[in-house]
């Protein structure tokens, strides 16, 4: 082949060769430039999610502030007043509330702590660990002793609550928890405590080796129930986690 030949193809050669190489280098260049910016949005993106969390948990302290205020605002009127039908209205508001789970409750009461029996050979897996049945007889258990209020795992028990069992969990207040299970109940110690202790089911649990706990305490704090609010901010901080 002519020399004259053998330097057009290898020109052709060298020509193709860089076109291919700045095309690849264009390539490079973009997707770096992208994933710069996809970090720069995320890092964004998690700037503002943490301002609004500040925000949220502001916003929290001041509604709690305000909802202190207006309660003492209100018995402080009732207290003016010397008005019997408006005390008695003021007490069966603040009955309500405390049915309903929407205060804080603090006083004296027990605490049970309830969680799966040791493993065993030969022994149905369903025995050893707790069910939401289980967990459901104590707080039974607890409001015939005229328990006033109860929580589970920092949930706290109101009308609507559910236990429902799902595999080795139990979901309270649509949040699932897992054994060990701590039950905080404020009322009478004494009434309390015996009631569990002679209760057939707290027996039937011993009996089947699950680890029941039951102690008495001076000073418990039972948070209100968690509203809508407060659960999706859990749920965030947990994700992050």
């Not at 010397?82 to 003021?90: A, I, V, W």
């Not at 289980?134 to 920092?154: C, F, H, P, T």
């Amino acid at each position: 082949m002519p020399v004259k030949n053998k330097q057009i193809i290898f020109l052709l050669i060298f020509m193709i060769l860089g076109f291919v190489f700045s095309l690849q280098l264009k390539s490079n260049l973009k997707f770096n430039m992208q994933k710069t910016s996809a970090q720069y949005t995320l890092e964004d993106l998690k700037k503002q999610l943490e301002e609004e969390k500040l925000r949220g948990k502001a916003l929290k302290t001041e509604i709690k502030k305000n909802e202190k205020k207006n309660e003492e605002n209100l018995k402080s009127v009732v207290d003016e007043k010397h008005d019997e039908e408006l005390k008695n209205r003021h007490e069966i508001l603040n009955a309500i509330k405390l049915k309903a789970g929407l205060v804080d409750v603090k006083g004296p009461g027990v605490i049970v702590k309830l969680d799966d029996a040791p493993a065993r050979t030969n022994e149905n897996p369903n025995v050893l660990i707790i069910h939401d049945s289980d967990v459901l007889r104590v707080v039974n258990e607890l409001k015939k002793a005229e328990v006033q209020a109860i929580s589970i795992n920092g949930e706290r028990i109101v009308p609507m609550s559910e236990q429902v069992c799902a595999g080795p969990t139990i979901r309270i207040n649509k949040r699932k928890y897992a054994a060990p299970f701590v039950i905080h109940a404020v009322g009478n110690p004494d009434q309390l405590y015996d009631s569990l202790m002679n209760s057939e089911t707290i027996a039937m649990m011993i009996n089947d080796k699950i680890k029941v706990e039951i102690s008495k305490s001076n000073n418990i704090m039972i948070p209100k129930y968690n509203s809508s609010v407060d659960k999706l901010m859990n749920s965030v901080e947990v994700l992050e986690k």
